[in-house]
């Protein structure tokens, strides 16, 4: 992680002007973590009586990015509420974003006054803040070759691309407000938006009341599955650390917090810049694509609204997935599936799905249960399994496929992969070959299981009469042509 702008010598001075009340708690280097929270006595854990449980750290409400602090920032600052206003209010993330990169640009000029947004206590928090982060859309692109055949391969390609036309959007609205236009040409602001993006994913946290929101002080906070702290809202809005258990918290000791604990390796990379070594969550989701030479492929992704993967995982030995997307992808025409394109009461044309004649175009999420009373059920979940299959074979070859590390303990050169992130990448394609692997051998087991079926061999069975009879038919006509 690169050094912030201020010493962490200084937030002491940041927190006392900001009523920041960082009572048993302080802010110090961790090992391999950045910075993290450390307890400065011991601290007694949770009492019988909730209510009475001490802060460890307390962080006054006015301090709390949220959507609601991002609107009242826009009522002082007119040149902010510009901005919101031609390319705000479609997502609190997006907003939170817009509101960090104002104050990314802030932290840069040294006169505040001088062609600035007005300040907040963000203007100074912002520098205490990483300028790099080691979630993967800050790697270059180098270092993401590391993650070839992993599920972040993908995902992290997608995510860079939405980034760029997130900015690209951005800067066209921008364009008509003078202030922002010229901003906006400067060649650090489409790398401002990346970090503003990895800042507010790797730090923000869900409050009960406030929301989506990112916590000065608490986002030192780092991860443990054995979280020694969990954080919570008073009565008046203000946010707090408190002990979770009945031990406490030692002196000397680090504070941790769960970032949630049935995140997979891949999420934890992709969210947080690494993998949690601890944990027990063996879980992968994969991209799915329509089949090839499937007519209807393109109109079963639009109308289907749901993430377009499936989800493996592996349970004490056990294995499962989960996909509504691949049971659509699997059916056909012939199996009784439709696409109709109707008129909406205001004109326009809508693309309609039915199923055995029924609409069931707000149920494309439902095919598992929607095919159960079929009379080719097992065949249809044949197909899925058989479709899986060969996703979790192509994966598994190429995740299995050499990659060059061009990366070294000497080759910490400029521009040189980081050593971190190769070491974060293999970790994520170790973990997820063996999920890969199981899921392998799961998935011919089911297959084998399914052939066996009754209903399966008989209509295996009766495909085979149709296709000898067609073949003895077209051989006939053959001999007739030719006779
Ligand atoms: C909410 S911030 C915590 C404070 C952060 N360490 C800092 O220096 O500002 C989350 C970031 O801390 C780091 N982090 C948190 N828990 C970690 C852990 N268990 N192992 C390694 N890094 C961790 C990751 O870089 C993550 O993106």
Known sequence: MAASQLPIEALPAWALLNDVEFRSAEVRSIDGKGLGLVAKNDIP??????????????IPRELVLSAEAVEAY??????????????????????ILLYLLAHLILSRRSSPGNKGCASTPWTEYIKFLPRSISVPTMWTSDEREFLQGTSLESSVNAKLSVLSREYDELSEKASALPFWNDLFGEPEMMEDWILADALYRSRCLELPHAGHAMVPGLDMANHSPNYLARYDETPDGDVVLLPSSESGVSSGE??????????SAAEMLFSYGFIDQESAVKELALHLDALPDDPLGKAKLHIYKGPRTVQLSLTEGNFYWHSPLLYLLILNEEDGLAFRVVQDT??????????QDEDV???TGEFESLIQDHPL???FKLRAVAVLEERVSSQL??????????ATEQSQAANQPRVECMLAAEKLRDLEAQILQGAAAALENEKARL?????????????????NEQASNLASNEDDEFS
């Open 45 to 58: 854990g949770v009492s019988d009586d909730a209510s009475s449980t001490a802060a460890i750290i307390r």
């Open 74 to 95: 826009a009522k002082v600052d007119q040149n902010f509420r510009q901005l919101l206003e031609v390319a705000g209010h479609q997502s609190t993330r997006g907003d």
């Open 254 to 263: 680090e504070i941790t917090i769960s970032y949630g604990e049935a995140k």
């Open 346 to 355: 205001s004109g326009g044309r809508e693309l309609r799905l039915l199923w």
């Open 361 to 363: 175009t707000g149920r």
């Open 377 to 379: 059920c097992q065949i």
């Open 397 to 406: 070859d190429r995740i299995t496929t050499e990659i060059s590390y061009g």
């Open 451 to 467: 052939l066996l079926d009754a209903r399966v061999v008989t209509y295996l069975g009766s495909m085979e009469d149709t296709q």
